[in-house]
């Protein structure tokens, strides 16, 4: 069965630093997601993609944060400048976007800011 | 906008025991809904999910009923296990705001033999 991957599972990094994050979406999806789980919390939407733009954006997603789908296949998510409060688990989902609004998830990145 | 509220947990059964986690949710069009499982230090998995009113998803042994005249989706299992313990979310998501997945605050649910 076809899956959504994520890379790195999981990413420590300083504060200050920039951080990419990505997912390879089901390969004939066209809506892509991220997501954000801060530690004992819901899942907390960002950022939704579809034609090569940004479709919606949360408040959390706010100038630090920018998606890209550079070659086709891979989505990723950029950090610019990490906050400690960035620390969450990161996933990203995909769906088909026209008979199905099931999101597959993938299994996510830990993202530590030290 | 959309939300999705679950019952408070955290929710402590004995194995065996009758298990309901109550949603509901708001929503301006017509949504699709869903159950998430998340155990401990792992992503979310698709338990089940509903596309319109009276529809019943079902996956091991887990069932929710989609009503639409009371806006909920409540989980429930008729006899849980020590593997049952784990992180509830019911979702909610819908074309009219691309897709996208709202999610309640998560029922933590533990088992205990």
């Known amino acids: 069965e076809p899956e959504v991957t994520q890379t790195p599972s999981h990413q420590v990094t300083q504060m200050g630093q920039e951080v990419i994050l990505r997912c390879v979406p089901i390969s004939n999806h066209l809506y892509f997601y991220w997501y954000r789980q801060i530690l004992g919390q819901k899942v907390e939407f960002l950022v939704s993609?579809?034609?090569?733009?940004?479709?919606?954006k949360s408040e959390i997603f706010d100038d630090q944060f920018s998606v890209e789908r550079p070659d086709g296949s891979n989505f990723t998510l950029k950090i610019r400048s990490t906050k400690l409060e960035d620390s969450a688990m990161y996933f990203c989902a995909s769906i088909t976007g026209f008979l199905s609004y099931e999101q597959y998830f993938g299994p996510g990145t830990r993202l530590t800011v030290t | 906008g959309n939300s999705v509220t679950q019952m408070e947990g955290p929710v402590t059964l004995s194995e065996e025991a009758f298990l309901t986690i109550n949603c509901t949710y708001t929503?301006?069009?017509?949504?699709?809904l869903f159950w998430y499982v998340q155990y401990p230090g792992e992503g979310l998995q698709l338990l089940l999910k509903a596309t319109k009113a009276d529809d019943k998803g079902s996956n091991k042994g887990f069932e929710a009923t989609y009503r639409k005249e009371t806006t909920s989706f409540h989980l429930e299992k008729g006899s849980v296990q020590v593997s049952d313990s784990a992180v509830y979310f019911c979702a909610l998501s819908e074309r009219t705001n691309a897709g996208k997945s709202t999610f309640g605050d998560g029922t933590t649910l533990t088992v205990k033999p």
């Open positions: 929503a301006t069009g017509y949504p699709s």
């Open positions: 993609f579809y034609n090569n733009e940004i479709s919606e």
